[in-house]
C-alpha cells in the first residue's frame, strides 16, 4: 500500500519557539493532504486541507497565521507551529489522498509537547 | 453537514469471538464513500475496510466484513476470529465523492480483546 512518513515522531520546544512537521508521501504523488489534531483519548480533528501549489484551506476556528501549511511539491507538505505556548501540545497527524484519490493514507503521526 | 456517530465509546470481546462495531451517519448526498480505520497503541491510523456507497454487496476483508445498510445510514464491522492484535480505538469516517474530499471521523469505539 501507499506510505506516508511523518516527521518528527516526537518534539520537545520552548514556549515562543517554532517547529516543523514534515509529512512525505513516499512512493505516490499527493495533491491532497490533511492535517488533523488529536486530543488525548478523542477523535480526529481535522485542521486544514493542503492541495499542492496553492493555498490550504483551513477549518473553522483554526488560526492559520498559527498553524502554517505549505504543499510546495506532491510528495512533501509541511505543518509549522509557530510561537508556540503549552496549549498546543498535542498529537498532529497527516494523511495523504492515496493513488485514485479515494483511501487517505496516515503518517505515523507527531507528538509535540511545548515547555 | 455530514455527521458521523459511533454510539459505543468501549467494547470487549473474547479471544476467537465475533464482535459488531455500530456507526450510523447522516447525509443528504447518494454518493459517498465509507471507511473504517483502526489506530493501535502506536497510533499510527491504518485502513481496515471501504465501502462505496453505490455498492449494494457489503465489503470483505479476511475477518473483517461490513454490514452497509444506506436507507438506515448505517455501517457496521464485524470482526470474526478475534485475535489479541485486533485491539484498538475504531474509528468510522465518511467521505463525500465530490467536493473537497474531506474526511469526517466517528468519535471512536475502543475495543478489548481478553485472552
Known amino acids: 500500500g501507499a506510505v506516508v512518513s511523518q516527521h518528527p515522531s516526537w518534539v520537545i520546544c520552548k514556549s515562543g519557539t517554532s517547529v516543523k512537521i514534515e509529512c512525505r508521501s513516499l512512493?505516490?504523488?499527493?495533491?491532497?493532504m490533511f492535517w488533523y489534531r488529536q486530543f488525548p483519548k478523542q477523535s480526529l480533528m481535522l485542521m486544514a486541507t493542503?492541495?499542492?501549489?496553492?493555498?490550504?484551506?483551513?477549518e473553522q476556528g483554526v488560526e492559520k497565521d498559527k498553524f502554517l501549511i505549505n504543499h510546495a511539491s506532491l510528495t512533501l507538505s509541511t505543518l509549522t507551529v509557530t510561537s508556540a505556548h503549552p496549549e498546543d501540545s498535542s498529537f498532529y497527524i497527516c494523511?495523504?489522498?492515496?493513488?485514485?484519490?479515494?483511501?487517505?493514507?496516515f503518517g505515523q503521526g507527531t507528538r509535540l509537547t511545548v515547555v | 453537514a455530514q455527521t458521523v456517530t459511533q454510539s459505543q465509546p468501549e467494547m470487549s470481546v473474547q479471544e476467537a469471538e465475533t464482535v459488531t462495531l455500530s456507526c450510523t451517519y447522516d447525509?443528504?448526498?447518494?454518493?459517498?464513500?465509507l471507511f473504517w480505520y483502526k489506530q493501535p497503541p502506536s497510533r499510527q491510523m491504518i485502513l481496515v475496510i471501504r465501502?462505496?456507497?453505490?455498492?449494494?454487496q457489503n465489503a470483505t476483508e479476511n475477518r473483517f466484513s461490513v454490514n452497509f445498510q444506506k436507507a438506515a445510514k448505517s455501517f457496521s464491522l464485524k470482526i470474526s476470529d478475534s485475535q489479541l492484535g485486533d485491539a484498538a480505538m475504531y474509528f468510522c469516517?465518511?467521505?463525500?465523492?465530490?467536493?473537497?474530499?474531506?474526511?469526517?471521523f466517528g468519535t471512536g469505539t475502543r475495543l478489548k480483546v481478553l485472552a
Open positions: 494523511s495523504a489522498l492515496g493513488p485514485g484519490g479515494v483511501i487517505a493514507f
Open positions: 512512493d505516490f504523488q499527493a495533491t491532497t
Open positions: 493542503s492541495n499542492e501549489g496553492s493555498k490550504a484551506t483551513y
Open positions: 447525509t443528504s448526498e447518494s454518493d459517498y464513500y
Open positions: 465501502q462505496e456507497a453505490y455498492k449494494q
Open positions: 469516517a465518511y467521505r463525500s465523492a465530490r467536493g473537497t474530499y474531506k474526511y469526517i
